[in-house]
């Protein structure tokens, strides 16, 4: 447990070193367990961007994420790759690049380096939808400090050891450290979705043999430098392969087009709940009611329907017919939210058309079903506001692909607003129960 203590207290900046005194020969051995330390950098720096993208746009709840990490590490990894980009962009022998990286001052080779790093890394995470992020980074994080950690099995030290800045030299790995290295380096990447994102793996192991063959070459070993810097260009790498396939020339052009245009599109897919367990022709818009004991039959051919879709983000209406779908398609977590819910039949709710249709009230309404509300409720119009209040707060959040959990009102209202036809066509073809549709915005 001291190895692993040490591990912790080396690559973090957070109180490890209270939980006992670790002697000075455990930290020769921290680079073995430096993917379980990737364990815990990446886990606290997921639950940031789920839990913050609850309430935030995505794009900001990946930037959050990223700065739960830097906060964790201290920027020592990042500190690193600048001295690293310095180095051995302005050095011309290995002296010389040995000392640009002992200095403490950043140079333009380092600024450049960290902004295209950030950049980088930034557009990588926030184009993918939030749980494919969180599972790339609970991936690609351990595994890429693993693979990074074999540096010290390939490479010498480059300096002496009473020259090395946190004045300890790594010692080569045992055939049980390497084991250690190498099992909790691979184990994380089941968290990937699906068996085709692991293609991604091959980039940082890549990018390892280049950069510690650039190494050997110029410095003829390696230092704590190269190290934290092999470390982000693998992940950054990793990032690379999963969201951006290789491509031909055409792909790519196709891949831009729509790149644009998700920028500016909102696809949102719109679920029907199931039928439910009412007297056939009542009103009961707001009303709470049961499903029909053959919800489970009719909630798999909807969760059919939702095969292979990726959100950043769903939705739900509050009502229990709603919820039960959604929870049953896998999102159990769904966001709740009023303007969801089915049109307002106020005094209406429950009864049949025919007694409606004794209200004299009722005349008034089905003259301008439209712009009057129900007896104590609301009209259509109103219905199709909030609707289209909440998708442009969604839209105007970043979103690009979300999933809206709701009623027949609701999904017709929907195709009314992506212009599908006009509003007084609304009711003339309203979407089946347990249905999906799909529209832009």
């Not at 010389?96 to 557009?123: E, Q, R, T």
């Not at 230092?223 to 992940?235: P, R, S, V, Y």
């Not at 009412?278 to 489970?296: Q, R």
Request: proline share 5%; hydrophobic share 45%.
């Amino acid at each position: 447990m001291l190895y692993i203590l040490a591990a912790f207290i080396f690559f973090t900046r957070l109180p490890f070193w209270r939980l006992a005194e670790v002697p000075g020969e455990y930290f020769k051995h921290v680079v073995s367990r430096w993917p379980l330390v990737g364990w815990f950098t990446a886990g606290v720096s997921v639950l940031v961007l789920y839990a913050s993208s609850l309430i935030l746009p995505a794009s900001v709840a990946v930037l959050l994420a990223i700065l739960t990490r830097l906060l964790i590490t201290g920027c020592l990894h990042e500190d690193g790759l600048a001295d690293f980009f310095d180095g051995f962009g302005g050095g011309t022998s290995r002296e010389k690049i040995l000392a640009i990286m002992k200095d403490s001052h950043i140079g333009s080779y380092g600024v450049i380096g960290l902004i295209g790093y950030f950049g980088l890394y930034y557009a990588l995470l926030a184009s993918l939808p939030v749980s494919l992020a969180g599972a790339a980074m609970l991936a690609g994080d351990p595994f890429c400090k693993g693979v990074s950690g074999m540096i010290i099995n390939r490479l010498p030290y480059a300096r002496k050891e009473e020259e090395a800045k946190n004045k300890t030299v790594y010692s080569r790995m045992t055939v049980s450290e390497y084991l250690i290295c190498l099992s909790s380096s691979i184990l994380p990447l089941c968290w990937l979705p699906d068996p085709k994102y692991l293609w991604a793996i091959l980039f940082p192991i890549a990018v390892w043999y280049m950069l510690t063959s650039l190494m050997k070459q110029k410095i003829q070993g390696y230092t704590g430098d190269c190290c934290g810097a092999l470390f982000l260009l693998c992940e950054l790498s990793f990032m690379l392969g999963i969201p951006y396939p290789r491509l031909d020339n055409s792909q790519s052009k196709e891949l831009i087009i729509l790149t644009i245009y998700r920028l500016t599109t909102m696809i949102v897919y719109l679920i029907r709940h199931t039928s439910v367990a009412v007297p056939k022709g009542s009103a009961y818009g707001f009303t709470d009611v049961p499903l029909n004991p053959t919800f489970e039959t009719e909630a798999a051919v909807t969760l059919n329907q939702l095969s292979g879709l990726h959100f950043d983000e769903v939705f739900c209406s509050p009502l229990t017919r709603c919820v039960k779908l959604a929870a049953f398609c896998g999102y159990p977590q769904a966001i709740r939210d009023e303007r969801l819910k089915e049109l307002n039949f106020g005094d209406w709710e429950m009864k049949t058309w025919d007694e409606i249709s004794a209200d004299p009230y009722s005349k008034e309404w089905f003259n301008d079903w439209i712009n009057t509300p129900t007896l104590h409720g609301e009209s259509l119009r109103q219905q199709y506001e909030r609707l289209q209040a909440f998708l442009a707060e969604k839209k105007q959040q970043g979103y690009q692909q979300i999933a809206v959990f709701a009623h027949g009102g609701i999904l017709t209202c929907a195709r009314v607003l992506a212009g599908e036809y006009p509003i007084e066509q609304a009711f003339e073809s309203i979407p089946p129960y347990g249905s999906v549709i799909r529209i832009e915005l």
